[in-house]
């Protein structure tokens, strides 16, 4: 890996796929031993808990939870 002039480095696909990072993870440089080492932040949202915080209350319907569940489950995908 090569460090950029942003100070910024590209993690190989490779390793963020053995780890499971994705674009938007967040990631802290922690210092071991004299070691840098990233380590995926605690406590930081994930993926789909940030979209399902992006969409709390933009719904537009007058239906109840209820009536949008059986909706759902009622529903045949093919």
Do not use: W, Y
Not at 9 to 15: N, S, Y
Not at 61 to 71: A, C, G, K, N, Y
Request: glycine share 10%.
């Amino acid at each position: 890996m090569r460090l950029n002039s942003k100070g910024q480095v590209t993690i190989p696909a490779e390793i963020r796929d053995e780890f499971g990072l994705r674009p938007g993870d967040e990631l802290d440089v922690v210092v071991e031993d004299g070691k840098l080492c990233l380590m995926r932040r605690q406590g930081s949202p994930t993926r789909g808990q940030l979209a399902a915080n992006r969409l709390r209350g933009t719904a537009k319907t007058q239906m109840t939870t209820d009536e949008i569940m059986e909706l759902l489950h009622g529903e045949v995908v093919t």
